[in-house]
């Protein structure tokens, strides 16, 4: 099979399976629920803190939808590992290496996708009810933080893929990643300081910030959470080349 059509097979498969259209979805239609609930209970209450980070404050609810990002990776690359799906697709396409780079493709490419137009819905709806209070993408900091919240969506998702080709298992991969991003993480930063802005998510939310703190600055710390991804990707490889189906 040629590239484009191993690539439009992979498509087929996402848009085929509920599980994983589901989890896209939910990326965009989760962060958009929080924002709107959010915002319209609080609005602007903290618009005058001296401490307030506007642009933070307007992607808050992309903490959800990472969630819902890391499920859709996680569930894209394990549905490969069920009742022999992965002996059909090499089956189909014998090299290996065009079948994972046409998976991940599909999945970093839908991600991003999905992840720029929930970035920009959620800082863009939540202003709505910020009244006078409301900051435009030519704030300081907004455009750059509204595209690195698409480009970070995608990045956890990539990231999640990748354990799933280690790991052949959602299950596993949703077990390791969710409690560490809502626990582990900030138990880690108390104790480590600084050096916890290195941590996978962390440093990726560092774009999201008006003025971000610490020696990394906003395209450092996404590109600390694509070197992340990268080495999650690399592993997957590993995996997928050198185990049997």
Do not use: C
């Not at 390791?176 to 480590?192: E, T």
């Amino acid at each position: 099979m040629s590239p484009t059509a191993v690539l439009h097979s992979e498509w087929i498969k996402v848009r085929s399976l509920r599980s994983i259209s589901g989890s896209l979805s939910a990326v965009f239609l989760v962060t958009l629920a929080i924002t709107v609930l959010t915002f319209a209970i609080d609005g602007g209450a903290d618009a005058d803190s001296a401490d307030a980070d506007p642009v933070l404050e307007a992607l808050y609810a992309l903490n959800f939808g990472q969630l819902a990002a890391i499920s859709f990776g996680a569930t894209a690359l394990s549905s490969e590992f069920v009742n022999g799906a992965l002996r059909i697709s090499l089956s189909a396409v014998p090299r290996r290496g065009l079948f994972y780079a046409a998976k991940m493709t599909v999945v970093g490419g839908l991600a991003l996708g999905v992840g720029l137009v929930t970035s920009f819905a959620a800082f863009l709806v939540g202003q709505l009810f910020m009244g006078e209070d409301a900051i435009g993408l030519g704030h300081p900091g907004a455009l750059r933080a509204a595209l690195g919240g698409g480009v970070y969506l995608a990045l956890m998702a990539l990231f999640a893929a990748g354990l799933a080709a280690l790991l052949r298992s959602a299950v596993a991969v949703l077990s390791l990643l969710i409690p560490f991003i809502l626990i582990a993480s900030f138990v880690i930063g108390d104790i480590a300081g600084e050096a916890a802005q290195y941590l996978p998510d962390r440093a990726g939310q560092l774009v999201l910030h008006e003025s971000p703190d610490g020696s990394l600055g906003p395209w450092a710390g996404l590109a600390v959470t694509a070197a992340w991804t990268a080495a999650a990707l690399l592993a997957g490889w590993f995996a997928v080349r050198n185990r049997d189906a």
